[in-house]
């Protein structure tokens, strides 16, 4: 079955370093997300991305955050200058056409030090 | 914006007792969904379910959107189980997959 891939499965990083995180959505699909979820809370969303630009993005998703679709595949988010509280599980999602089902992938566990 | 809450926060259960969990939600709904966090932390996509009744293999789900809730029925719980269960919501009329989820319900499954 198709599934969305996420590289690292971990970073570790010194706050004020830039991160990118990886993602691979499923090959049909057409709406990209970034999700977060900090440890003992609830799933919060970041951005929305579909036909090469961002389509919705909450407040979390500041000037700081940036995401790009560099090929045909990949995804990626990228934080300029990480902060202790960017510390969060990183979930990345597709759907296909309707935006309705996502799937998600894995998730990178970044660690601000 | 959109308030999503569940219910119960925590479920201990037998293995092979069956459960129900709650999601109720403050607005209009376009899109619902039920995901499983199991202790990797990966997030499993259950049902999408922005109304009416589904069933997959033990789990079904069912949502009354007009008024504000939905339901998922796990049956013959096994330890597998276990794990966090999110429903996550957009409101509004078009789905662009934007989804305010839950706080879940942490459901644990004795042997």
């Known amino acids: 079955e198709p599934e969305v891939t996420q590289t690292p499965s971990h970073q570790v990083t010194q706050m004020g370093q830039e991160v990118i995180l990886r993602c691979v959505p499923i090959?049909?699909?057409?709406?990209f997300y970034w999700y977060r979820q900090i440890l003992g809370q609830k799933v919060e969303f970041l951005v929305s991305?579909?036909?090469?630009?961002?389509?919705?993005k909450s407040e979390i998703f500041d000037d700081q955050f940036s995401v790009e679709r560099p090929d045909g595949s990949n995804f990626t988010l990228k934080i300029r200058s990480t902060k202790l509280e960017d510390s969060a599980m990183y979930f990345c999602?597709?759907?296909?056409?309707?935006?309705?089902?996502?799937?998600f992938g894995s998730g990178t566990q970044l660690s601000v030090l | 914006g959109i308030q999503v809450e569940q219910s119960p926060p925590d479920l201990i259960l037998q293995e092979g007792a069956n459960s129900t969990l709650r999601c109720n939600f403050s607005?209009?709904?376009?899109?619902l969904q039920w995901f499983h966090q199991n202790p990797w932390g990966q997030l499993i996509n259950l049902f999408y379910?922005?109304?009416g009744t589904k069933q997959n293999g033990r789990l079904s789900a069912t949502t009354v959107a007009t008024e504000r809730y939905s339901l998922l029925y796990i049956s013959s719980s096994q330890t597998t189980d276990s794990g966090v269960y999110f429903c996550?919501?957009?409101?509004?009329?078009?789905?662009?997959?934007?989804?305010?989820f839950g706080q879940g319900t942490i459901l644990t499954v004795h042997p």
């Open positions: 607005d209009s709904v376009n899109n």
């Open positions: 379910i922005p109304s």
């Open positions: 090959s049909n699909h057409l709406y």
């Open positions: 991305f579909y036909n090469n630009e961002i389509s919705e």
């Open positions: 996550a919501v957009e409101e509004g009329s078009t789905s662009y997959g934007k989804l305010t």
């Open positions: 999602a597709s759907s296909g056409p309707g935006a309705e089902k996502l799937f």
